[in-house]
């Protein structure tokens, strides 16, 4: 559990954002699989399309937050490399680039299961038959 947390805080102010994202689209998510269930027996087509637009946004957002995380984390692994002795510089690349890719993982994670609900949602809307 403290690595857990430890690497929370590793990832910074990233971590906060992914995961108040990811948050927000479970809750949709949530909606979202219940319309679905719903759906079987009413026509609520627009509201499923709209759902899954919304939760492969958020997902997809998730995934691009992640890597720009990502991609901010290296160049900042890259620009401290400069002032560090040449003999240590292997090894704060490779912990740097751990470092780095915490929020990329944690964006791969917890984008996933909105991006499959948003999917789903969005299919299902738009194979239900027009009312």
Known sequence: M?????????????????LILSVVSYIGSI??????AVSFRRRIRLTLIWFGAI?????????????????VGISQVEHSLAYIEPNL????????????????????IMGGFPTLAGLIALVRGIKTPKS
């Open 2 to 18: 403290n690595t857990l947390v430890q690497g929370f805080h590793e990832g910074g102010v990233w971590m906060w954002i992914i």
């Open 31 to 36: 909606v979202a699989l219940t319309f679905f």
């Open 55 to 71: 939760l492969l946004t958020l997902g997809v957002a998730i995934f691009v937050i992640g890597i720009v995380a990502y991609s």
């Open 89 to 108: 510089i292997d090894e704060a690349r490779m912990r740097g680039t751990e470092s780095a890719m915490l929020p990329l993982n944690f964006s791969l």
